[in-house]
């Protein structure tokens, strides 16, 4: 099982250059990722690409690299989901990585928030596998990328769910609760950028005795929105905002306390060194997709977790 679940990591990427997707040179990081890792790899953590576990018996979280954005298909036992889509332009990558899973059906597509790099495949991927249903934050937005995401679904007749506190979602033995903002979308908050970041809705999700969190693009506000909720600790956490530090990042990490970090960002802009340190200091194993490429944590129920990453 290691070498085809290692295998179906790589055969994403290469089928991805096929298409025409370029991703980072893997060797000009590799002694940067080795350096970075040294000391937690000291004190027993698992080396990235020791994939022990059988993938069609576990949960599986693969955090595709589509560059600075964000998409991450979930699965488990026979059940697929996705959260996020990365840009348009990173669709064929992301369609690539879905085929060489053997997805050609999603039981939902989760939008965290209508930044281009999360909901910009949306029309792409939805056209291209059947979709059950597509969940979307609350509030409405005033940009571009939402009247965008918007036309899209109303063209493609998507069937669509506005998220609340009592939407929950089920993936094979999994289940997802969604941690929706209580904020007001504020157009002209943060240099009239928008405050849709501390929009993002947050997703826990429990295999058995394993957790994760998906905490989308908060920044300051939602990650504080997100500790005074008073959630639980969780195994891995999907970090904020590819990685960029905010005034309270230490903070998540320390209510979180995780024994995996995944970061979605890329060479021209990576993670924060910052935030880095924070997560080294904790202990944390760290990947960053800058670094690994496609980034794949498959746990077994029970504590048991590997990390596999493409190495073309």
């Not at 890792?37 to 069609?56: C, K, N, P, R, Y």
């Not at 332009?89 to 281009?116: P, Q």
């Not at 941690?179 to 908050?189: G, V």
Request: aromatic share 4%; glycine share 8%.
């Amino acid at each position: 099982m290691i070498s085809n679940f290692d295998q179906a990591v790589r055969s994403c990427h290469t089928m991805g250059r096929r298409a025409g997707i370029e991703r980072p040179n893997m060797k000009k990081k590799a002694d940067e990722h080795a350096e970075f890792h040294s000391q937690i790899m000291a004190e027993g953590g698992a080396a990235v690409g020791e994939a022990t576990l059988d993938a069609t018996a576990a949960m599986r979280m693969t955090t595709i690299d589509v560059g600075k954005g964000d998409c991450i298909l979930l699965e488990c036992g026979r059940a697929a989901g996705l959260v996020d889509t990365g840009y348009a332009e990173t669709s064929a990558a992301v369609l690539a990585c879905l085929h060489a899973h053997g997805v050609n059906y999603l039981d939902f597509l989760v939008i965290t928030h209508y930044d281009r790099d999360h909901v910009g495949g949306i029309r792409a991927i939805t056209s291209a596998v059947p979709t059950a249903a597509v969940y979307l934050p609350g509030y409405e937005g005033a940009d571009k990328p939402y009247r965008s995401a918007m036309a899209d679904v109303r063209q493609l007749d998507l069937p669509v769910q506005r998220v609340t506190r009592e939407t929950k979602l089920s993936l094979g033995e999994a289940s997802i609760i969604m941690r929706p903002s209580d904020l007001a979308y504020d157009p002209n908050a943060h240099g009239n950028e928008g405050n849709d970041n501390d929009l993002s809705l947050v997703l826990e999700l429990r295999y058995r005795d394993d957790s994760y969190l998906l905490a989308g693009d908060i920044e300051d506000e939602g990650i504080e929105a997100y500790i005074d909720a008073g959630s639980s600790v969780h195994d891995v956490l999907k970090m904020p905002h590819h990685g960029q530090k905010a005034g309270n990042t230490e903070d998540l990490i320390a209510h979180v306390k995780p024994k995996i970090a995944v970061i979605t960002d890329s060479e021209d802009d990576p993670a924060d060194n910052k935030t880095l340190k924070l997560l080294k200091k904790a202990g944390i194993e760290t990947y960053c997709t800058s670094e690994c490429g496609t980034v794949v944590v498959t746990s077994d129920g029970a504590g048991k977790y590997s990390v596999a990453r493409d190495t073309l």
